[in-house]
T-cell receptor, first 113, second 116 residues
Framework: AQSVTQLGSHVSVSEGALVLLRCNYSSSVPPYLFWYVQYPNQGLQLLLKYTSAATLVKGINGFEAEFKKSETSFHLTKPSAHMSDAAEYFCAVLSGSARQLTFGSGTQLTVLP | DTGVSQNPRHKITKRGQNVTFRCDPISEHNRLYWYRQTLGQGPEFLTYFQNEAQLEKSRLLSDRFSAERPKGSFSTLEIQRTEQGDSAMYLC??????????????FGEGSRLTVL
């Protein structure tokens, strides 16, 4: 069964600093991978997805992620953090007979002024 | 607003009572999913529908949980005889399957259940 593991339940960065949120996957087949963001009191929003095309995927709000098969990783990055990036971020993999998303436990990003 | 709509947004109930949540998906979407999210965890898949057919329900947490989508449009999730452990956020998501499905789901804002 496909699964994802997010390393670090809380990450703090200074405004303007690099954001790096880690996600490793486990899959016996080429995975479809996703990053979603959840702002307080809002629904989850898709940031970006990897569907076996380009390994470097660009998403909304300046985020990008790189699929690295050799490392079974799909880390999320942003060169310069903004206060508005403070939110919870979830990595997910498409899995199961229902083709549902299986989510990691999430990483809460805090951006310090 | 053409997004996924969930009602009620908040429900407080006493243990043993039944509760029902409603989800209105994006109108042209044929797939509808229910997830549960507890504090500090990612969403956990419960069940899904393609049109009115419930194609996966083995992940529902117990026989106290049931879901319907009678006309392939809105869906309801019912929890009977609620327990304190049912306290969580219940999320609904929808998508449109055409050809090779690449999994993008559109989520509602969720219905938060508190069982006293």
């Amino acid at each position: 069964a496909q699964s994802v593991t997010q390393l670090g339940s809380h990450v703090s960065v200074s405004e303007g600093a690099l954001v790096l949120l880690r996600c490793n996957y486990s899959s016996s087949v080429p995975p479809y991978l996703f990053w979603y963001v959840q702002y307080p009191n809002q629904g989850l929003q898709l940031l970006l997805k990897y569907t076996s095309a380009a390994t470097l995927v660009k998403g909304i709000n300046g985020f990008e992620a790189e699929f690295k098969k050799s490392e079974t990783s799909f880390h999320l990055t942003k060169p310069s953090a903004h206060m508005s990036d403070a939110a919870e971020y979830f990595c997910a993999v498409l899995s199961g007979s229902a083709r549902q998303l299986t989510f990691g436990s999430g990483t809460q990003l805090t951006v310090l002024p | 607003d053409t997004g996924v709509s969930q009602n009620p947004r908040h429900k407080i109930t006493k243990r043993g009572q039944n509760v029902t949540f409603r989800c209105d998906p994006i109108s042209e979407h044929n797939r509808l999913y229910w997830y549960r999210q507890t504090l500090g965890q990612g969403p956990e898949f419960l069940t899904y529908f393609q049109n009115e057919a419930q194609l996966e329900k083995s992940r529902l947490l117990s026989d106290r949980f049931s879901a319907e989508r009678p006309k392939g449009s809105f869906s309801t999730l019912e929890i009977q005889r609620t327990e304190q452990g049912d306290s969580a956020m219940y999320l609904c998501a929808s998508s449109f399957r055409e050809g090779s499905f690449t999994g993008e789901l559109f989520f509602g804002e969720g219905s938060r259940l508190t069982v006293l």
